[in-house]
Protein backbone atom coordinates (compact mmCIF):
# COMPACT_ATOMS: atom_id res chain seq x y z
CA UNK A 1 0.00 0.00 0.00
CA UNK A 2 1.40 3.29 -1.14
CA UNK A 3 1.61 5.92 1.39
CA UNK A 4 -0.05 8.74 1.10
CA UNK A 5 1.93 12.13 0.87
CA UNK A 6 -0.22 14.48 2.84
CA UNK A 7 -2.38 12.22 5.46
CA UNK A 8 -3.12 15.13 7.80
CA UNK A 9 -7.16 14.87 7.17
CA UNK A 10 -7.47 11.09 7.57
CA UNK A 11 -5.16 11.49 11.03
CA UNK A 12 -7.47 14.17 12.08
CA UNK A 13 -10.44 12.23 11.21
CA UNK A 14 -9.52 9.67 13.92
CA UNK A 15 -8.20 12.31 16.49
CA UNK A 16 -5.02 11.75 15.94
CA UNK A 17 -1.82 14.29 16.34
CA UNK A 18 -1.25 16.21 12.96
CA UNK A 19 1.22 19.27 12.85
CA UNK A 20 -1.66 22.03 11.53
CA UNK A 21 -5.38 21.40 11.21
CA UNK A 22 -6.32 20.38 7.84
CA UNK A 23 -8.46 22.13 5.22
CA UNK A 24 -11.12 21.01 2.68
CA UNK A 25 -14.12 23.15 1.10
CA UNK A 26 -17.53 21.43 0.74
CA UNK A 27 -18.70 21.81 -2.86
CA UNK A 28 -15.01 22.84 -3.90
CA UNK A 29 -15.20 21.83 -7.10
CA UNK A 30 -17.70 24.52 -8.33
CA UNK A 31 -18.95 27.40 -10.70
CA UNK A 32 -17.30 29.87 -8.15
CA UNK A 33 -13.94 28.44 -10.27
CA UNK A 34 -13.99 29.72 -14.23
CA UNK A 35 -12.35 26.47 -15.07
CA UNK A 36 -15.21 24.55 -13.70
CA UNK A 37 -17.45 26.66 -15.70
CA UNK A 38 -15.49 26.41 -19.09
CA UNK A 39 -15.41 22.18 -18.54
CA UNK A 40 -19.36 22.25 -17.65
CA UNK A 41 -20.22 24.38 -20.57
CA UNK A 42 -17.96 21.61 -22.57
CA UNK A 43 -20.18 18.75 -20.86
CA UNK A 44 -23.29 20.50 -22.08
CA UNK A 45 -24.96 20.15 -18.20
CA UNK A 46 -24.53 19.44 -15.10
CA UNK A 47 -25.77 15.68 -15.21
CA UNK A 48 -23.64 14.90 -18.50
CA UNK A 49 -20.58 16.11 -16.33
CA UNK A 50 -21.33 14.06 -13.61
CA UNK A 51 -22.05 11.17 -15.62
CA UNK A 52 -18.68 11.44 -17.52
CA UNK A 53 -15.83 10.15 -15.54
CA UNK A 54 -12.93 11.95 -17.48
CA UNK A 55 -14.85 15.11 -16.93
CA UNK A 56 -15.69 14.71 -13.50
CA UNK A 57 -11.79 13.84 -12.61
CA UNK A 58 -10.97 17.04 -14.31
CA UNK A 59 -13.01 19.39 -12.20
CA UNK A 60 -12.06 17.14 -8.74
CA UNK A 61 -8.89 18.43 -9.62
CA UNK A 62 -9.49 21.67 -10.34
CA UNK A 63 -9.11 23.14 -6.81
CA UNK A 64 -6.22 21.05 -6.09
CA UNK A 65 -4.44 22.96 -8.90
CA UNK A 66 -5.16 26.26 -7.13
CA UNK A 67 -4.80 25.88 -3.66
CA UNK A 68 -3.21 23.57 -1.25
CA UNK A 69 -6.11 21.80 0.03
CA UNK A 70 -5.83 18.74 2.72
CA UNK A 71 -8.26 16.50 0.48
CA UNK A 72 -10.18 15.92 -2.73
CA UNK A 73 -13.99 14.98 -3.15
CA UNK A 74 -15.50 13.25 -5.70
CA UNK A 75 -17.28 15.32 -8.09
CA UNK A 76 -20.67 14.15 -7.98
CA UNK A 77 -24.02 14.65 -6.91
CA UNK A 78 -26.11 13.14 -3.95
CA UNK A 79 -29.32 12.02 -6.55
CA UNK A 80 -27.86 9.45 -8.54
CA UNK A 81 -28.74 7.09 -6.37
CA UNK A 82 -32.63 7.80 -6.81
CA UNK A 83 -31.76 8.53 -10.21
CA UNK A 84 -30.87 4.55 -10.63
CA UNK A 85 -33.96 3.76 -8.75
CA UNK A 86 -35.56 5.02 -12.23
CA UNK A 87 -36.91 8.13 -10.26
CA UNK A 88 -36.12 10.36 -13.44
CA UNK A 89 -33.33 13.11 -12.50
CA UNK A 90 -32.92 15.96 -14.45
CA UNK A 91 -31.61 19.61 -13.70
CA UNK A 92 -33.95 22.63 -14.98
CA UNK A 93 -32.28 25.55 -15.98
CA UNK A 94 -32.21 27.71 -12.84
CA UNK A 95 -34.60 25.64 -10.90
CA UNK A 96 -31.92 22.56 -9.54
CA UNK A 97 -32.96 19.12 -9.52
CA UNK A 98 -36.15 17.84 -10.40
CA UNK A 99 -37.72 14.18 -10.85
CA UNK A 100 -40.54 13.11 -13.16
CA UNK A 101 -41.61 10.54 -11.35
CA UNK A 102 -41.59 11.63 -7.67
CA UNK A 103 -42.67 8.63 -5.32
CA UNK A 104 -46.39 9.76 -4.12
CA UNK A 105 -48.55 6.58 -4.98
CA UNK A 106 -47.92 3.75 -3.11
CA UNK A 107 -47.04 1.07 -5.58
CA UNK A 108 -44.59 2.85 -6.83
CA UNK A 109 -43.23 3.40 -3.11
CA UNK A 110 -43.63 -0.52 -2.76
CA UNK A 111 -41.63 -1.54 -6.15
CA UNK A 112 -38.67 0.43 -5.14
CA UNK A 113 -35.35 -1.64 -5.77
CA UNK A 114 -32.01 -1.41 -4.62
CA UNK A 115 -29.57 -0.16 -7.22
CA UNK A 116 -26.45 -2.07 -8.21
CA UNK A 117 -23.64 0.05 -7.92
CA UNK A 118 -21.11 -1.55 -9.93
CA UNK A 119 -23.88 -1.28 -12.86
CA UNK A 120 -26.24 1.33 -12.33
CA UNK A 121 -23.55 3.69 -11.06
CA UNK A 122 -20.58 2.42 -12.61
CA UNK A 123 -19.93 6.04 -13.84
CA UNK A 124 -19.12 6.99 -9.88
CA UNK A 125 -16.56 4.18 -9.47
CA UNK A 126 -15.24 4.42 -12.71
CA UNK A 127 -14.84 8.56 -11.50
CA UNK A 128 -13.70 7.17 -7.97
CA UNK A 129 -10.81 4.93 -9.25
CA UNK A 130 -9.80 7.71 -12.11
CA UNK A 131 -9.50 10.36 -9.35
CA UNK A 132 -7.69 8.09 -7.21
CA UNK A 133 -5.10 7.62 -9.93
CA UNK A 134 -4.47 11.18 -10.92
CA UNK A 135 -4.45 12.05 -7.13
CA UNK A 136 -1.51 9.66 -7.73
CA UNK A 137 -1.34 9.65 -3.34
CA UNK A 138 -1.07 13.35 -2.87
CA UNK A 139 -4.16 13.96 -0.71
CA UNK A 140 -6.71 11.64 0.46
CA UNK A 141 -9.84 11.25 -1.35
CA UNK A 142 -13.43 11.50 -0.06
CA UNK A 143 -16.64 9.87 -1.17
CA UNK A 144 -19.92 10.41 -0.27
CA UNK A 145 -23.59 10.33 -0.25
CA UNK A 146 -26.67 11.84 0.94
CA UNK A 147 -28.67 10.71 3.75
CA UNK A 148 -32.11 8.91 3.66
CA UNK A 149 -34.14 11.40 4.78
CA UNK A 150 -32.86 14.14 2.40
CA UNK A 151 -32.51 11.56 -0.39
CA UNK A 152 -36.85 10.80 0.46
CA UNK A 153 -36.92 14.30 0.80
CA UNK A 154 -36.21 14.89 -3.27
CA UNK A 155 -37.80 11.96 -4.00
CA UNK A 156 -41.29 12.81 -2.56
CA UNK A 157 -41.24 16.44 -3.33
CA UNK A 158 -39.87 15.66 -6.62
CA UNK A 159 -37.47 18.57 -6.46
CA UNK A 160 -35.65 20.99 -3.93
CA UNK A 161 -36.89 24.03 -2.61
CA UNK A 162 -40.18 23.15 -1.47
CA UNK A 163 -41.95 23.40 1.97
CA UNK A 164 -41.56 19.66 2.51
CA UNK A 165 -45.24 19.24 2.56
CA UNK A 166 -45.40 16.37 0.63
CA UNK A 167 -42.86 14.19 2.64
CA UNK A 168 -44.19 15.51 6.08
CA UNK A 169 -47.48 14.68 4.80
CA UNK A 170 -46.20 11.14 4.24
CA UNK A 171 -44.38 11.21 7.57
CA UNK A 172 -47.76 12.05 9.93
CA UNK A 173 -50.18 9.96 7.93
CA UNK A 174 -48.39 7.23 6.31
CA UNK A 175 -45.52 6.51 8.51
CA UNK A 176 -44.84 2.68 6.97
CA UNK A 177 -44.20 4.20 3.37
CA UNK A 178 -41.73 6.52 4.34
CA UNK A 179 -39.78 4.35 6.65
CA UNK A 180 -39.75 1.75 3.55
CA UNK A 181 -38.44 4.40 1.40
CA UNK A 182 -35.81 5.01 3.93
CA UNK A 183 -35.23 1.51 4.57
CA UNK A 184 -34.55 0.46 0.71
CA UNK A 185 -33.06 3.64 0.40
CA UNK A 186 -30.25 3.06 3.73
CA UNK A 187 -29.50 0.00 1.84
CA UNK A 188 -28.90 1.36 -1.45
CA UNK A 189 -26.31 4.03 0.37
CA UNK A 190 -24.70 1.24 2.23
CA UNK A 191 -24.06 -0.66 -0.92
CA UNK A 192 -22.90 2.56 -2.54
CA UNK A 193 -20.77 3.91 -0.46
CA UNK A 194 -18.58 0.44 0.32
CA UNK A 195 -18.38 0.13 -3.42
CA UNK A 196 -16.45 4.03 -3.87
CA UNK A 197 -14.40 2.42 -0.80
CA UNK A 198 -13.71 -1.01 -2.83
CA UNK A 199 -13.29 1.93 -5.92
CA UNK A 200 -10.38 3.95 -4.18
CA UNK A 201 -11.97 6.47 -1.86
CA UNK A 202 -10.06 6.74 1.25
CA UNK A 203 -13.04 8.24 3.76
CA UNK A 204 -16.75 9.02 2.92
CA UNK A 205 -19.19 11.23 4.33
CA UNK A 206 -23.29 11.46 4.86
CA UNK A 207 -25.06 14.77 3.74
CA UNK A 208 -28.09 15.03 5.79
CA UNK A 209 -29.31 18.19 4.01
CA UNK A 210 -32.96 18.14 5.32
CA UNK A 211 -32.41 16.53 8.64
CA UNK A 212 -32.55 19.78 10.73
CA UNK A 213 -36.43 20.35 9.43
CA UNK A 214 -37.48 17.28 11.78
CA UNK A 215 -38.93 17.85 14.85
CA UNK A 216 -37.07 16.08 17.85
CA UNK A 217 -38.32 13.02 17.75
CA UNK A 218 -38.76 12.55 14.12
CA UNK A 219 -34.91 13.23 13.47
CA UNK A 220 -34.46 10.21 15.59
CA UNK A 221 -36.64 8.21 13.81
CA UNK A 222 -36.62 9.16 10.21
CA UNK A 223 -33.36 10.61 9.75
CA UNK A 224 -30.72 9.43 12.53
CA UNK A 225 -31.70 5.68 13.04
CA UNK A 226 -30.87 5.31 9.11
CA UNK A 227 -27.57 6.72 9.19
CA UNK A 228 -26.69 4.97 12.20
CA UNK A 229 -27.67 1.51 10.18
CA UNK A 230 -25.74 3.01 6.98
CA UNK A 231 -22.23 3.19 9.59
CA UNK A 232 -23.04 -0.11 10.84
CA UNK A 233 -22.79 -1.22 7.33
CA UNK A 234 -20.00 0.50 5.90
CA UNK A 235 -16.11 -0.67 5.59
CA UNK A 236 -14.43 0.34 7.99
CA UNK A 237 -10.82 -1.08 6.45
CA UNK A 238 -9.78 -1.23 3.24
CA UNK A 239 -7.00 -2.99 1.54
CA UNK A 240 -5.30 -2.50 5.09
CA UNK A 241 -5.97 1.21 5.64
CA UNK A 242 -8.95 2.51 7.89
CA UNK A 243 -11.53 4.36 6.00
CA UNK A 244 -13.08 7.08 8.40
CA UNK A 245 -16.61 8.49 7.90
CA UNK A 246 -18.57 11.78 8.42
CA UNK A 247 -22.14 12.54 8.92
CA UNK A 248 -22.95 16.69 8.09
CA UNK A 249 -26.99 17.15 9.12
CA UNK A 250 -27.36 21.10 8.12
CA UNK A 251 -29.47 22.42 11.48
CA UNK A 252 -28.43 19.22 13.35
CA UNK A 253 -26.91 21.48 16.50
CA UNK A 254 -29.53 20.46 18.43
CA UNK A 255 -28.94 16.95 18.64
CA UNK A 256 -24.86 16.89 18.97
CA UNK A 257 -25.06 14.34 21.59
CA UNK A 258 -27.18 11.74 19.71
CA UNK A 259 -24.96 12.15 16.50
CA UNK A 260 -22.01 11.71 18.15
CA UNK A 261 -23.08 8.27 19.72
CA UNK A 262 -24.35 7.16 16.02
CA UNK A 263 -20.59 5.06 15.23
CA UNK A 264 -19.86 7.87 12.99
CA UNK A 265 -15.84 9.09 13.40
CA UNK A 266 -16.27 12.44 12.78
CA UNK A 267 -19.60 15.22 12.78
CA UNK A 268 -19.79 18.18 10.62
CA UNK A 269 -21.21 21.16 11.90
CA UNK A 270 -22.99 24.25 10.30
CA UNK A 271 -21.99 27.91 11.25
CA UNK A 272 -25.03 28.45 13.43
CA UNK A 273 -23.05 26.49 16.31
CA UNK A 274 -19.91 27.55 18.47
CA UNK A 275 -17.36 24.75 18.15
CA UNK A 276 -16.34 25.23 21.74
CA UNK A 277 -19.94 24.14 22.86
CA UNK A 278 -19.83 21.69 20.64
CA UNK A 279 -16.66 20.45 21.77
CA UNK A 280 -17.36 20.89 25.32
CA UNK A 281 -20.96 18.67 24.26
CA UNK A 282 -19.29 15.75 22.67
CA UNK A 283 -15.77 15.47 24.46
CA UNK A 284 -13.59 13.06 22.89
CA UNK A 285 -16.31 10.63 20.90
CA UNK A 286 -15.47 11.83 17.59
CA UNK A 287 -13.67 14.75 15.83
CA UNK A 288 -15.24 18.07 14.64
CA UNK A 289 -15.66 19.34 10.97
CA UNK A 290 -16.60 22.79 10.45
CA UNK A 291 -17.87 25.49 10.26
CA UNK A 292 -17.16 28.85 9.14
CA UNK A 293 -19.99 30.90 7.37
CA UNK A 294 -19.53 30.45 3.78
CA UNK A 295 -21.15 34.16 3.19
CA UNK A 296 -17.33 35.53 5.08
CA UNK A 297 -16.03 34.23 1.73
CA UNK A 298 -17.75 37.39 -0.16
CA UNK A 299 -15.47 39.69 2.55
CA UNK A 300 -11.82 40.30 3.05
CA UNK A 301 -9.22 38.67 3.62
CA UNK A 302 -8.23 40.45 6.11
CA UNK A 303 -11.82 39.93 7.81
CA UNK A 304 -11.52 36.27 6.52
CA UNK A 305 -8.23 35.72 8.31
CA UNK A 306 -10.16 37.05 12.02
CA UNK A 307 -13.33 34.79 11.54
CA UNK A 308 -10.70 31.59 10.82
CA UNK A 309 -8.98 32.61 14.03
CA UNK A 310 -12.40 32.83 15.91
CA UNK A 311 -12.56 29.39 15.05
CA UNK A 312 -9.64 27.47 15.74
CA UNK A 313 -9.51 29.60 19.04
CA UNK A 314 -12.90 28.55 19.85
CA UNK A 315 -11.93 24.61 19.24
CA UNK A 316 -8.59 25.54 21.26
CA UNK A 317 -5.43 23.13 21.25
CA UNK A 318 -5.28 19.24 20.25
CA UNK A 319 -6.35 17.71 17.28
CA UNK A 320 -9.45 16.05 15.80
CA UNK A 321 -10.60 19.41 14.23
CA UNK A 322 -10.72 19.60 10.30
CA UNK A 323 -11.45 23.24 8.95
CA UNK A 324 -14.60 23.41 6.94
CA UNK A 325 -17.26 26.01 5.65
CA UNK A 326 -20.59 25.19 7.46
CA UNK A 327 -22.34 24.32 3.88
CA UNK A 328 -21.06 24.79 0.52
CA UNK A 329 -18.98 27.46 -1.03
CA UNK A 330 -21.11 29.87 -2.86
CA UNK A 331 -20.59 30.26 -6.76
CA UNK A 332 -20.56 33.77 -6.10
CA UNK A 333 -17.09 33.14 -3.89
CA UNK A 334 -14.07 34.79 -5.32
CA UNK A 335 -11.71 32.59 -5.98
CA UNK A 336 -8.91 34.89 -4.15
CA UNK A 337 -10.81 34.79 -0.98
CA UNK A 338 -11.14 30.82 -1.10
CA UNK A 339 -7.44 30.61 -1.28
CA UNK A 340 -7.28 33.52 1.76
CA UNK A 341 -9.05 30.91 4.17
CA UNK A 342 -7.18 27.85 3.10
CA UNK A 343 -3.73 29.78 3.75
CA UNK A 344 -5.32 31.66 7.15
CA UNK A 345 -5.93 27.76 8.50
CA UNK A 346 -2.63 26.46 7.48
CA UNK A 347 -0.44 28.98 8.92
CA UNK A 348 -2.79 30.08 12.20
CA UNK A 349 -3.88 26.44 12.89
CA UNK A 350 -0.17 25.68 13.71
CA UNK A 351 0.26 26.73 17.44
CA UNK A 352 -3.11 25.14 18.14
CA UNK A 353 -1.39 21.52 18.04
Same mark, same amino acid.
Given at each position: ???????????????????????????????????????????????????????????????????????????????????????????????????????????????????????????????????????????????????????????????????????????????????????????????? @????? &? +? !??? %?????? *??????????????????????????????????????????????? @????? &? +? !??? %?????? *?????????????????????????????????????????????????????? !????????????????????????????
Amino acid at each position: MTKLKNDTLLRALLRQPTEYTPVWMMRQAGRYLPEYNKTRARAGDFLSLCKNPDLATEVTMQPLERYSLDAAILFSDILTIPDAMGLGLYFAEGEGPKFERPLREERDIRSLTIPDPSRDLSYVMNAVSQIRKTLDNQVPLIGFSGSPFTLACYMVEGRGGTDFRQIKTMLYTRPELLHHILNVTAQSVVNY @LNAQI &E +S !GAQ %AVMIFD *TWGGILSHYNYQEFSLQYMKQILSGLRREQNGARIPNVIFTKGGGLW @LENIA &E +S !GCD %ALGLDW *TINIAEARNRVGDKVALQGNLDPAILFSTPKIIATEVEKILKDYGNGNGHIFNL !GHGISQFTPPENALALIESVHSLSKKYH
